[in-house]
């Protein structure tokens, strides 16, 4: 992992103080005030449109807040995002998929905040991003176009680029939306496996089933932190209608407007 000055040991790997972003008329994230332990899997739930894309778009700064602030490890996030200590697994929607690129080089992406001064992959880093795409599965498909990937497998090669970047705080939009029994328990374990490293953990997820042997802590948000707890508390049916609007969390609710998405090449 990586090494930080005095002090960060005892930061939060992520803290967001205020969090206020709008887009227009719209206000995505209202007040969002959240500290993540180290070494945690933390789920983010919410419906559609309750901010949780936007949430990590802020981390990464992608979207500028229009209140409150984003640290990282106790400092300014934009010197912890160049050093690649903080890797983001985008909604597949927000990906341009006919970005003529195979799924080894979006993986080998991951590396490229790391690089030696010669700017070029060592064996190293290609063993790391070997390993990678084996963790995930796909090493079978590592050459083949992402254009050409099932849903569940391309959340897969995202995944995967996280892994390769050895981040130590990883951000993932909905990994699980969409794939296999199998896989979900793969990434499952492979999520849980990064936590026991003392990696920290933040998973947006719509499937409450998999809540409790996903994470350790789960944060329901609705705009605003409705509550942040252990997820057996979480999955109250009291506390899923104060975020869904209905008694099982099933529903779909309404979403609250729909904005236009930006799109963005994979790396
Ligand atoms: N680029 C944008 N321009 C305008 N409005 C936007 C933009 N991106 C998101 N929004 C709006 O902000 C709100 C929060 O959106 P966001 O994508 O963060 O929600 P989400 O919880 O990730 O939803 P989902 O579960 O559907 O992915 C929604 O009302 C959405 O329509």
Redesign the pocket.
């Known amino acids: 992992m990586t090494s930080r000055g005095p002090g960060a040991a005892t930061a939060a790997p992520l803290e967001l103080d205020g969090l206020t972003v709008r ?2 008329a ?1 206000t ?1 994230l209202d007040g969002v005030s959240l500290r993540l332990a180290a070494g945690t899997v933390t789920g983010l739930v ?10 990590f778009r802020s981390v990464m700064g992608l979207v500028r807040p229009d209140a409150g602030s984003v640290r990282l490890w106790g400092a300014d996030p934009e010197a912890e995002r160049r050093r690649g200590t903080v890797a983001y697994t985008p ?1 597949a929607e927000e990906v341009d998929w006919s970005f003529p690129v195979c799924v080894r080089d979006v993986v080998r992406m991951g590396r490229y905040g790391r690089l030696g001064p010669a700017r070029r992959p060592r064996r190293e880093d290609e063993r790391l991003v070997a390993e990678a795409i084996e963790k995930v599965g796909m090493s079978e498909l590592a050459d083949r176009r992402i254009g050409a990937l099932s849903g569940g497998q391309r959340k897969r090669v995202f995944v995967a680029r996280g892994l390769a970047q050895e981040a130590d705080l990883l951000l993932l939009d ?1 990994p699980l939306a969409g794939v296999d029994r199998t896989t979900e328990e793969t990434l499952t374990a492979l999520l849980r496996g990064l936590a026991a490293e003392g990696r920290t953990v933040l998973v ?1 997820t719509h499937d409450l089933q998999n809540l409790e042997a996903l994470c350790d802590d789960a944060v329901l948000l609705h705009r605003r932190v409705i509550l942040h707890a252990a997820p057996a508390e979480v999955l109250r049916p009291e506390n899923l209608a104060r975020a869904f609007g209905g008694a099982n969390g099933t529903g779909n609710g309404a ?8 799109r963005e090449v994979p790396g």
């Open positions: 887009y227009g719209v995505a919410g419906m559609n449109g309750s901010g949780k894309s936007t949430l909604q909905e947006s979403d609250t407007g729909d904005g236009a998405r930006t």
